[in-house]
C-alpha cells in the first residue's frame, strides 16, 4: 500500500488514518470510518447518490481521493440525524411526503438539498428542480422530493 496520512473532521469528529493514495472519499467512508449512509452508485459522478459536504460544499464522493480531503470538514448523511436521535426537519419532509420509494438515491438528495436550504429557505420549484438536476432518482419521485423541499424549507422559515 502506497500510505498516505491523512486527518480531517468527518461529522464533527477529527479523524486521522494512513491510506492507499489512490482510495476513493466514498469507499473511505463507507469502509474505513463504516458510514454507509453514503450510497455508491454509478462510480462517475453522474447519479449524485454518493454526495456529502467538504468544507460545506456538496461534492460526489466517488470523485474525489480520500487524500484530497486531507484538513477538509466532511459531513455525510448520517450528520443531518439530531441528536436525540430524531430525524431533522429535511429528513422527516422526505418521509412525510413519500419523497423515497427505494431509497437509494436519497442520502444524496438530502445532503444536495440541505445545502441549498442552508442558503436559501424558500426554494421556488425551478430552484428546487436546478438543484436537485444533478441527482437521479430511478423510481423517478421527483415529484415528491420537490414536496419535501418545500416541506421542509417551510418547518424552517415558520
Do not use: W
Not at 444536495?112 to 430552484?127: A, H, I, K, Y
Not at 428542480?129 to 418545500?150: F, Q
Amino acid at each position: 500500500m502506497d500510505g498516505v496520512k491523512i486527518n480531517l473532521k468527518v461529522n464533527g469528529l477529527a479523524i486521522s488514518r494512513e491510506v492507499d493514495s489512490r482510495l476513493l472519499l466514498s469507499d473511505f467512508i463507507r469502509e474505513s470510518l463504516f458510514l454507509t449512509g453514503t450510497h455508491i452508485g454509478c462510480e462517475h459522478g453522474v447519479c449524485g447518490a454518493c454526495t456529502i459536504h467538504v468544507n460545506g460544499d456538496p461534492v460526489r464522493s466517488c470523485l474525489m481521493l480520500a487524500v484530497q480531503a486531507d484538513g477538509c470538514e466532511v459531513k455525510t448523511v448520517e450528520s443531518l440525524i439530531q441528536e436525540n436521535g430524531k430525524l431533522n426537519h429535511l429528513q422527516q419532509a422526505f418521509s412525510d411526503n413519500h419523497a423515497l420509494q427505494c431509497g437509494f438515491c436519497t442520502p444524496g438528495f438530502l445532503m444536495t438539498v440541505s445545502r441549498l436550504l442552508e442558503d436559501n429557505l424558500n426554494p421556488g420549484e425551478e430552484e428546487i428542480r436546478k438543484c436537485i438536476s444533478g441527482n437521479l432518482c430511478r423510481c423517478t419521485g421527483y415529484s415528491n422530493i420537490i414536496k419535501a423541499v418545500k416541506q421542509a424549507a417551510q418547518t424552517v422559515s415558520n
